[in-house]
């Protein structure tokens, strides 16, 4: 499976980003997916996660309130809609894919990460 994350960019603090990513086919897990950042010199911190049929999700502290995660299974495709952005929000963003869940080893299949930057 082949993860494709697109629509990172530079935005400015408060504005909005919308990431979508697309796999080239569902996996045979239970295919949750998942988004994780990394910012400069920290770990991959878990950002949000959705479930196969979008009923269950879960979101960072940090995040929550400002960003939503929402999926297209007919299009193989997660979306994390980020809004009232801040420069602590600054990272690489990847998405994921396998059972789902906080912990990265719950993921199989990851993206190559898109550039989030938000400036002051």
């Known amino acids: 499976v082949q993860l494709q994350a697109y629509g990172g960019g530079l935005v400015q603090a408060g504005g909005s980003l919308r990431l979508s990513c697309a796999a080239s086919r569902r996996t045979n897990s239970n295919n949750g997916m998942g988004w994780f950042r990394r910012a400069p010199g920290k770990e991959r911190d878990f950002v949000a996660a959705?479930?196969?049929?979008?009923?269950?999700?879960s979101y960072a502290d940090s995040v929550k309130g400002r960003f939503t995660i929402s999926r297209d299974n007919a299009k193989n495709t997660v979306y994390l809609q980020m809004n009232s952005l801040e420069p602590e929000d600054t990272a690489t963003y990847y998405c994921?894919?396998?059972?789902?869940?906080?912990?990265?080893?719950?993921?199989?299949?990851w993206g190559q990460g898109t550039l989030v930057t938000v400036s002051s």
């Open positions: 959705i479930s196969w049929n979008g009923r269950y999700t």
């Open positions: 994921a894919t396998g059972i789902g869940g906080l912990r990265p080893g719950e993921y199989e299949y």
